[in-house]
């Protein structure tokens, strides 16, 4: 493909903030004088939205489709958010840009701007993230966890109409659609981000002209803390099935490191908060993800898969553990 002269095709979600996300990159790109176009695709995560994502089966349920179409030469480049990709993917695929991160927080918005400390006992919060509802379930045992699905126009329809006192969001997703709304961002101390949270990636061929383009767009620093979280979830597993966070984050001439897995109910959790030096970040991680693994988090992890398998009826439990894991 001959770029300069052709329209690179940008394959995307069509959610508002998919939309939102890639035509960020679409600008980015035409800047640098190569013409683009969106190609928007249905994935399998868009299809089932009458259950909480864990309980869709398979690897990349927002991916997948999107990958298919690049093998096929439908789209020369993908736009998604990182903490989607899995990392058993189609080996003519690579990872061409890491962008710089946005907010990694998680973000709590109530329908009268209280804050999570001050929600009266027996309040309604939506979420469909184990992770965000064990650490809720750690804090304020006394709210009640409701199931909530749907693109950010519904989550938002769904708490003006009553339906919930509170929902939880990734405050990265409401900087990216530009909306300023009054909510708090909460500590990472409680709500350790789900790893690679707030983070923008391109996908293209291998070798190809669109990998070359789409380096220009990589980030460094975020690639580095990003690698840190996968190796850290990686050798943990369980993903999608278990309560587990990883934030790594630069601070002067460290990277601080916070990672937890947690029991579904939140009480109980084993966690790690470390600086390490960025020079052998790789090994550091490592070290990190099998001191959680080796102090108890394996086991949560195991309890956890465990649990979602019976109630499946699989007992072939490992095959269901999914997620992050390093590429």
Same mark, same amino acid.
């Given at each position: 493909?001959?770029?300069?002269?052709?329209?690179?095709?940008?394959?995307?979600?069509? /959610?508002?903030?998919?939309? &939102? !996300?890639?035509?960020? %990159?679409?600008?980015? $790109?035409?800047? @640098?004088?190569? =013409?683009?176009?969106?190609?928007?695709?249905?994935?399998?995560?868009?299809?089932?939205?009458?259950?909480?994502?864990?309980?869709?089966?398979?690897?990349?349920?927002?991916?997948?489709?999107?990958?298919?179409?690049?093998?096929?030469?439908?789209?020369?480049?993908?736009?998604?958010?990182?903490?989607?990709?899995?990392?058993?993917?189609?080996?003519?695929?690579?990872?061409?840009?890491?962008?710089?991160?946005?907010?990694?927080?998680?973000?709590?918005?109530?329908?009268?701007?209280?804050?999570?400390?001050?929600?009266?006992?027996?309040?309604?919060?939506?979420?469909? /993230?184990?992770?965000?509802? &064990? !650490?809720?379930?750690? %804090?304020?045992?006394? $709210?009640?966890? @409701?199931?909530? =699905?749907?693109?950010?126009?519904?989550?938002?329809?769904?708490?003006?109409?009553?339906?919930?006192?509170?929902?939880?969001?990734?405050?990265?997703?409401?900087?990216?659609?530009?909306?300023?709304?009054?909510?708090?961002?909460?500590?990472?101390?409680?709500?350790?981000?789900?790893?690679?949270?707030?983070?923008?990636?391109?996908?293209?061929?291998?070798?190809?002209?669109?990998?070359?383009?789409?380096?220009?767009?990589?980030?460094?620093?975020?690639?580095?803390?990003?690698?840190?979280?996968?190796?850290?979830?990686?050798?943990?597993?369980?993903?999608?099935?278990?309560?587990?966070?990883?934030? &790594?984050?630069?601070?002067?001439?460290?990277?601080?490191?916070?990672?937890?897995?947690?029991?579904?109910?939140?009480?109980?959790?084993?966690?790690?908060?470390?600086?390490?030096?960025?020079?052998?970040?790789?090994?550091?991680?490592?070290?990190?993800?099998?001191?959680?693994?080796?102090?108890?988090?394996?086991?949560?992890?195991?309890?956890?898969?465990?649990?979602?398998?019976?109630?499946?009826?699989?007992?072939?439990?490992?095959?269901?553990?999914?997620?992050?894991?390093?590429?």
């Amino acid at each position: 493909m001959n770029i300069s002269n052709d329209v690179l095709r940008i394959g995307t979600r069509g /959610s508002k903030l998919a939309l &939102a !996300q890639a035509n960020l %990159v679409k600008d980015l $790109l035409e800047k @640098k004088g190569i =013409r683009t176009e969106l190609k928007i695709i249905k994935t399998c995560g868009d299809t089932f939205t009458d259950r909480p994502l864990h309980e869709v089966t398979g690897f990349g349920v927002f991916v997948r489709e999107i990958d298919d179409a690049m093998l096929a030469g439908k789209i020369e480049m993908a736009v998604h958010s990182m903490k989607d990709v899995p990392t058993e993917r189609p080996q003519e695929l690579a990872i061409a840009a890491v962008m710089k991160r946005d907010s990694p927080y998680d973000f709590l918005l109530t329908r009268d701007g209280t804050k999570l400390k001050d929600l009266p006992s027996g309040s309604t919060i939506g979420t469909t /993230s184990l992770r965000r509802r &064990a !650490q809720l379930m750690r %804090v304020r045992p006394d $709210l009640n966890m @409701k199931e909530l =699905r749907g693109n950010i126009d519904t989550r938002l329809r769904k708490l003006r109409e009553g339906k919930y006192d509170g929902i939880f969001m990734a405050e990265a997703g409401l900087e990216r659609m530009k909306w300023d709304i009054q909510g708090e961002r909460l500590d990472p101390d409680d709500f350790v981000p789900s790893a690679n949270q707030g983070t923008v990636v391109i996908a293209a061929k291998k070798d190809s002209e669109a990998e070359r383009v789409s380096r220009s767009l990589d980030d460094e620093k975020t690639r580095m803390e990003t690698r840190i979280e996968r190796i850290i979830i990686g050798i943990l597993g369980g993903g999608c099935l278990v309560p587990i966070g990883a934030f &790594a984050e630069t601070e002067g001439d460290d990277i601080h490191v916070r990672a937890e897995v947690l029991s579904v109910d939140g009480k109980r959790w084993i966690k790690i908060d470390e600086f390490i030096n960025p020079v052998e970040y790789e090994h550091e991680a490592e070290r990190l993800g099998n001191e959680l693994k080796q102090k108890g988090g394996g086991e949560l992890v195991e309890e956890a898969v465990k649990m979602f398998a019976a109630k499946r009826g699989n007992h072939d439990w490992k095959s269901l553990s999914c997620g992050l894991r390093s590429w």
